[in-house]
Structures are given as structure tokens and as C-alpha cells.
């Protein structure tokens, strides 16, 4: 299972949440975020790059391995081209209103002469089953969805939405399940069955505060789900 850690922003808890063995980690490039990083954080303060940690310890060889994730929320494609080369990004999550035609022009410009097969991930709101078949839109044109809560947030809300839903998803697809996942949530999320969920995507219950995450909560949580 891909466990995700978004709305990352503190150098050093970023190094410290990548040493947990998680897989993909989440940055937030959305201005009205409260877990926005700002465009004046520099790469290095930020998103430490990794590459000079092989052959160390475990935990960094662990933190090394881990793929960095851009969330936009209807952007200018000129800025997320910028921010995937600046910070060194693996995946496109699309958060907003972005239709096909932007997604496969970005793609293009992107892959193969920014970033050599860039994943893009496009985002869901979802609270009923019709909000799921929205997933037809979109699908041959992304790599991966991720199902969040519908509210007025985009993101980071900390609500849950009925998981049931997700039995109308029959798409080919694979996807994460997201929305208000917290510490008491391991067991639920080892009960939940469905054939493309490929992981989970963890932000606001895991924080002490915006863009913060509680590290010994996400090691406690991973463990169990991962028993």
C-alpha cells in the first residue's frame, strides 16, 4: 500500500516524516492553502533532495526513495511546468476543475523533456456515487485518482466521506483514498477492499498545526497499517 503524506512545508519535519519509510510526499501549491509553499521557499530549505544519502543509514536510504507530489488547484500550466522542474516533482496532483485537454498538453510539455514519465493524479470530490462516475471524464488521460471529501476546502478538511460509495468505481484506473484519515482510522483502512486502491493519502489529522505533522503519530499509525 502507497502511503502519502501531504501539505508538507517544514524542512525538517519533512526529513523527518521521509525517514518513516512512507512512499510519496505531498506539497501544497495552492495560494489559499494554509499549507502553501510559498514560491520564495527554496528548493533545497524545503524539499531536501536526497540523491546524496545512498549508502547511509536505512532511514535514509528510506527517505531517498520517496516521490515528490505537486497539488495544484486550477493553475496556469506555465506554473506547474516551473514548480515540476524547480522542486524536482514526480507526479501532478490536479485538485481543481481541469479537464482533459489541459491534462494531456500538459503532459506533453512535461514528459519527456522536463520530467521522463511524469505521473498525473487527478483529484475527486466525492459524497455520493455520482460524484464517482465523474471519474469517466478522466479516465486514459491520468495515471491515478485520488478520492477526496466533498466541502468547499480543497483538501486538507479533515472530513471523511462514506467509503461505501466507492463500490461504484469501476474504472481501470488505480486511486487513493483520501479525506480525513486519522490516527484511529488503521484498522478501517485494512477492512476496506476494492481491486485498484493502491494507498492512502494522510494530511490535517496527523498535523500539530498547518503543514506540521505529529511524526510519532504517523509512525504509530503506519505500523499498524502495514501489520
Known amino acids: 500500500m502507497i502511503i502519502k503524506v501531504c501539505g508538507m512545508r517544514d524542512a525538517e519535519n519533512i526529513r523527518q516524516v521521509a525517514a518513516l519509510g512512507i512512499d510519496w510526499m505531498g506539497f501544497i501549491f495552492f495560494p489559499k492553502s494554509p499549507r502553501y509553499v510559498s514560491q520564495l521557499s527554496s528548493n533545497a530549505g524545503i524539499i531536501p533532495d536526497y540523491s546524496s544519502l545512498i549508502g547511509k543509514t536505512d532511514n535514509d536510504v528510506s527517505a531517498s526513495k520517496v516521490k515528490r507530489v505537486g497539488v495544484f488547484v486550477d493553475d496556469m500550466p506555465q ?36 520530467h521522463p514519465n511524469i505521473k498525473i493524479m487527478k483529484a ?29 476546502l480543497k483538501g486538507g478538511s479533515g472530513e471523511q466521506f462514506d467509503w461505501s460509495v466507492l463500490d461504484a468505481y469501476d474504472g481501470k484506473t488505480p486511486f487513493l483514498l483520501s479525506g480525513g484519515i486519522g490516527p484511529d482510522d488503521a484498522e478501517r483502512i485494512r477492512e476496506f477492499s476494492h481491486p485498484q486502491c493502491i494507498g492512502i493519502d494522510l494530511n490535517s489529522k496527523f498535523e500539530t498545526s498547518p503543514a506540521f505533522k505529529d511524526v510519532e503519530k504517523l509512525r504509530k499509525f503506519i505500523e499498524q497499517v502495514r501489520q
Open 79 to 114: 506554473n506547474i511546468v516551473t514548480r515540476v522542474y524547480n522542486y524536482k516533482l514526480d507526479i501532478v496532483q490536479l485538485h481543481g476543475s481541469e479537464n482533459t485537454v489541459m491534462i494531456d498538453n500538459l503532459r506533453r510539455t512535461l514528459d519527456p523533456d522536463i
Open 124 to 152: 475527486l470530490n466525492i459524497k455520493t456515487a455520482d460524484d464517482v462516475a465523474k471519474y469517466k471524464d478522466y479516465e486514459g488521460h491520468v495515471d491515478y485518482f485520488l478520492f477526496d471529501t466533498k466541502t468547499p
